[in-house]
C-alpha cells in the first residue's frame, strides 16, 4: 500500500543550479552603472533646465512689472499735459497766467508785491 504522506520538502535529488560565471556578474554590476549614470546626467540635466526656466521667468516678470509702473506713469503724465494743454487754449486762463509769471496788469489795474516771509522750512 501507498502512502499518502509525503514530506514537505524531500531530500532534493535535484542537481544544485549552476552558478553563475563571475564575468556575467561583472557584466550587470556594469549596466547598471551605466543606466544610474544616465539616470542621473538626465535628472541633472532636467534639474538645470527647471532652474534656468525659473530665473528666466523671475526676471521677465521684474521687467513687466517695471514697465507697467513706468506706463502708468507715462500716462499720467500725458493725461497731466492734456489739461495743461486745455488750460493754455483757454484766453482767460493765458491772460491770468502771464500777468501771475511777467508781473503784467491790464489796463486800470494796478499791481501790488507784498514781501514774502520766509519760514524755517522753507529757508
Known sequence: MQQ???PLHPQSTKPAAPAKPASTLRVHKRRLGLMLAA???????????LVSTHNAIETRSQTLSTAKAT?????????????KIDQLNNEDY??????ERYLMSKKGEVVFSLPTTQTDTQK
Open 4 to 6: 499518502k504522506i509525503r
Open 39 to 49: 539616470l542621473l546626467l538626465v535628472c541633472g540635466f532636467g534639474s538645470y533646465q
Open 94 to 99: 493765458l491772460a491770468k497766467l502771464i500777468r
Open 71 to 83: 506706463l502708468k506713469q507715462k500716462k499720467t503724465e500725458t493725461a497731466n499735459l492734456k489739461v
